[in-house]
């Protein structure tokens, strides 16, 4: 059996898994979805395929076992906050894998500071308001009109519209701060409005890949948006918008070829 090398710990306010510390790999960071937590990537980062590198998976601000921020931050003040802690933290480039908004802060992350950045895999990061269903209607509405009652039923919905697109079980149910649910989400949604996001992807200056599944993954009009930008993209049959979560082992393949052949 593979012997597991696992540090936990509170860091910049982020609740911190560091799997494999000592490795000498290229460190791989991963960012979580909305509503979601750090946990989801458990079986990549402790994935023999990808023994040789370290993982560092923080449960970010307000997510799983992070303490919310005051304020919720714009998600391009977050990403130069992030950068920071990254500049921090390690003493080299490091590989982001972000899924849904974590694929959009990953690519905000490398756009901004491609000097912390050596490669960046996007899992199914929403492109167009096509992917932003479950969000797009709360998005139009404020804090009061939603309430107490309605902003949970808000961040339910998020994870219900989640887990009934994909065959895998979450490792389990965390806390999400409510207020950064609403305001990150309707940044989402205004920058997939923008219609740019799949271009912003194909102009970052370090190799980038986009990942989804073929079964509920990210939408037709954005998977065009992905071609006509010339944007790599794998795409994993049988999974939904979760393919790391239902399929590790092609996933854990796909992210180990493509650190060896680009970054």
């Given at each position: 059996?593979?012997?597991?090398?696992?540090?936990?710990?509170?860091?910049?306010?982020?609740?911190?898994?560091?799997?494999?510390?000592?490795?000498?790999?290229?460190?791989?960071?991963?960012?979580?979805?909305?509503?979601?937590?750090?946990?989801?990537?458990?079986?990549?980062?402790?994935?023999?395929?990808?023994?040789?590198?370290?993982?560092?998976?923080?449960?970010?601000?307000?997510?799983?076992?992070?303490?919310?921020?005051?304020?919720?931050?714009?998600?391009?003040?977050?990403?130069?906050?992030?950068?920071?802690?990254?500049?921090?933290?390690?003493?080299?480039?490091?590989?982001?894998?972000?899924?849904?908004?974590?694929?959009?802060?990953?690519?905000?992350?490398?756009?901004?500071?491609?000097?912390?950045?050596?490669?960046?895999?996007?899992?199914?990061?929403?492109?167009?308001?096509?992917?932003?269903?479950?969000?797009?209607?709360?998005?139009?509405?404020?804090?009061?009109?939603?309430?107490?009652?309605?902003?949970?039923?808000?961040?339910?919905?998020?994870?219900?519209?989640?887990?009934?697109?994909?065959?895998?079980?979450?490792?389990?149910?965390?806390?999400?701060?409510?207020?950064?649910?609403?305001?990150?989400?309707?940044?989402?949604?205004?920058?997939?409005?923008?219609?740019?996001?799949?271009?912003?992807?194909?102009?970052?200056?370090?190799?980038?890949?986009?990942v989804t599944?073929?079964?509920?993954?990210?939408?037709?009009?954005?998977?065009?948006?992905?071609?006509?930008?010339?944007?790599?993209?794998?795409?994993?049959?049988?999974?939904?918008?979760?393919?790391?979560?239902?399929?590790?082992?092609?996933?854990?393949?796909?992210?180990?070829?493509?650190?060896?052949?680009?970054s």
């Amino acid at each position: 059996m593979l012997s597991v090398d696992v540090a936990h710990g509170v860091d910049a306010g982020m609740f911190v898994r560091d799997y494999h510390p000592s490795a000498r790999g290229t460190p791989l960071v991963y960012l979580h979805g909305l509503a979601g937590h750090g946990l989801v990537f458990e079986a990549v980062a402790l994935h023999a395929r990808l023994a040789a590198h370290r993982h560092v998976v923080p449960d970010l601000p307000g997510h799983g076992r992070s303490v919310p921020a005051p304020r919720p931050a714009p998600l391009t003040a977050f990403a130069d906050h992030f950068a920071r802690w990254l500049a921090g933290r390690f003493g080299e480039r490091v590989a982001l894998v972000g899924h849904g908004l974590g694929g959009t802060l990953a690519a905000l992350i490398a756009e901004r500071h491609p000097g912390l950045v050596r490669a960046l895999v996007d899992i199914d990061g929403p492109k167009t308001v096509d992917d932003c269903t479950s969000l797009r209607p709360a998005a139009e509405l404020t804090l009061t009109d939603l309430g107490g009652p309605g902003i949970n039923a808000l961040r339910d919905a998020v994870r219900r519209a989640a887990r009934g697109a994909t065959t895998a079980e979450d490792p389990g149910r965390v806390p999400c701060d409510a207020r950064l649910l609403h305001a990150w989400g309707r940044e989402l949604v205004s920058l997939a409005e923008e219609g740019s996001l799949a271009w912003k992807l194909a102009r970052l200056s370090v190799p980038a890949l986009f990942v989804t599944g073929s079964r509920g993954g990210i939408s037709p009009r954005s998977l065009s948006r992905l071609a006509d930008a010339r944007v790599v993209v794998a795409e994993m049959p049988n999974a939904g918008p979760s393919p790391f979560l239902e399929r590790p082992h092609e996933f854990a393949a796909i992210l180990s070829d493509f650190l060896r052949f680009r970054s």
